[in-house]
Structure formats: structure tokens, C-alpha cells
């Protein structure tokens, strides 16, 4: 049995039909509901496991908006840290596995092009608790730390994407201000949920891996090149930097990640950015 977090989610949600691509069966894959699966509540989280008994949990809900975690604190210490040790402990005391969902924001942005050897230097307070995090995963045994680049994708809500940003705005004959001195290797949603559905079934996947486009670029070459493959009018993107003491919110620039080890240990790597802008265009929901 395969257990996935967060199974509603933007990358969950597409992890079932990957796991079923890369053999395993449907009624192999655990999808519990977040209303018994509730990790604001980490002391019943091993009781849900007794249930299911999965020998593989894909970690993938988080308190992940960076605003709410620095307005509600103490809540992302307990879903982020708290609620993760506890799936790990769990793990490590059932012979299970557990692959976490951690984030290039561990980094402080200073170099870019990040290493999994090197060292986490989180300026935020979501950075923080998914590095502590990454900490708790590795109580298990058994454990693997993915940390996901900035996601494109659509989504249900056809407005929270990196990508769904930028098309709403242009096809509305509006700017997108994007920064230019925001460094990212975006990864295309399918991808993700691909690689983390081959790591599932690896025998022995690596304990960190990055897992991000193998293009390091910057919000706004995102925008203009999202807008050339939509077809729009890429003068509408206008470029900006970003100004923490405007936002109050500490953002790290650079936390684009060296991604050849994914491309080294994986059958089917990530996709080119402008391949995955491609992808975008191609399975575009239909507009309601």
C-alpha cells in the first residue's frame, strides 16, 4: 500500500495515475480524506496509518502559502514539523518508507544552483519549518527528501499557478509584473507527481533529491516565455524587482536547484521548461 498526503492537492492529485502507469494497482494507493487525516492533529495521525498499513508514504500536504505561515506560526510548526515526525516515527517503527515533499525555499537564495549536499539557510518562517522538517524525515529508516521547484500547472481554481498567472492577465489585455531578480527552475506538475511516483517504486531511491526543471531562470524569462507559447503579447509582461521591505515578506532570490542528479537516477527526468510550456498549451482546460 502506497499512502499519499495532501492526495487532493496540485501535485497529490496527479500522483494516483502515475503510481498506476508505473504498476501499481489501484486499490494499492491510500488516499485518505484531510478530515481523517488531520494534521493540525499529529497525535491521530498513527492511527490512521494502523488502518492502511502502507509500507510507502508520499508526503505532500503542507501549510505551504508563506504569508499564512508567518501570520499563524505556531499552526506551521505543527503541520510542517510536528505532523511530519510523527508519519516518521511512525515509518521508522513499521519497516515503511517515507518520501517528503520539501521546498527549494530551505535555501537562503544568496548563490543558486543548490546541491543537495549543500547547506540549508532558510530566511523565512515556512523555509524554516521544511527544513526542520526535512530534520524530522529523517528519523526513518528509510526516508527520501524531495525538494520541489516552483510548480507550473493548471488548476482548479484557474488562477494560482505561476503560469495561469501570467496567461489571465495577458489574455485580459493586462500587465504581469514578474521579477527579474527571482531565480527558479520551474518543473511542470506531472513531472513532479511522475518522479515522485518513480521514487515510490525505486528499490533504493537517493535521500535527497532535487526536483526541478533543468533550466535555471528568472520570474520574468518565465512570463515572456509562457506568453510566447500561449500566443500572447509578451510586452505585457513587465519586469520589476522585488523589494522585501514592500511585501514585508523575506523571499530568497536565487533558489534555483543543480537538478542533474534527477536527470542522472530517473527514466524519465523533467521536462525542458519550453517543453513544458508547450505541454500547458496543448492540455489547456476549456474555458467555462
Known amino acids: ?65 508563506l504569508m499564512h505561515c508567518e501570520r499563524e506560526p505556531e499552526l506551521a510548526i505543527t503541520v510542517n514539523i510536528h505532523a511530519t515526525a510523527a508519519l516518521a516515527d511512525w515509518c521508522n517503527h513499521n519497516a515503511a518508507r517515507i518520501i517528503y515533499l520539501s521546498t527549494d525555499q530551505v535555501f537562503d537564495g544568496v548563490r543558486g544552483m543548490y546541491l543537495e549536499t549543500d547547506p540549508r539557510r532558510p530566511i523565512n518562517h515556512y523555509g524554516v519549518t521544511k527544513a526542520l522538517g526535512e530534520d524530522a524525515t529523517r528519523v526513518a529508516t528509510h526516508a527520501t527528501v524531495a525538494r520541489i521547484a516552483l510548480t507550473l500547472g493548471h488548476t482548479r481554481e484557474r488562477t494560482r499557478s505561476p503560469n495561469e498567472f501570467v496567461v489571465s492577465n495577458l489574455r485580459a489585455g493586462k500587465h ?57 503579447d ?35 527526468p523533467p521536462r525542458s521548461f519550453s517543453d513544458s510550456v508547450r505541454e500547458l498549451a496543448l492540455t489547456e482546460p476549456p474555458a467555462t
Open 1 to 65: 500500500m502506497i499512502l499519499i498526503t495532501g492526495a487532493t492537492g496540485f501535485i497529490g492529485s496527479q500522483i494516483p495515475a502515475h503510481l498506476h502507469a508505473f504498476g501499481v494497482p489501484r486499490d494499492a494507493i491510500a488516499t485518505p480524506a484531510r478530515d481523517t487525516f488531520n494534521l493540525a492533529q499529529p497525535h491521530s495521525l498513527a492511527g490512521v496509518l494502523d488502518r492502511y498499513q502502507p509500507r510507502v508514504i508520499i508526503h505532500c500536504a503542507a501549510m505551504r502559502d
Open 176 to 232: 504581469a509584473t514578474l521579477f527579474e531578480n527571482e531565480f527558479r527552475t520551474p518543473v511542470l506538475v506531472s513531472d513532479a507527481a511522475r518522479t515522485l511516483s518513480e521514487l515510490a517504486t525505486m528499490p533504493s531511491p537517493p535521500t535527497t533529491i532535487h526536483v526541478g526543471g533543468p533550466e535555471r531562470l528568472s520570474r520574468v524569462e518565465m512570463g515572456t516565455g509562457i506568453a510566447r507559447g500561449f500566443s500572447l
Open 234 to 268: 509578451t510586452a505585457l509582461c513587465l519586469a520589476t524587482r522585488h523589494q522585501p521591505q514592500a511585501t514585508g515578506l523575506q523571499r530568497p532570490l536565487d533558489t534555483s536547484m543543480d537538478t542533474s542528479l534527477i536527470r542522472r537516477s530517473l527514466t524519465h
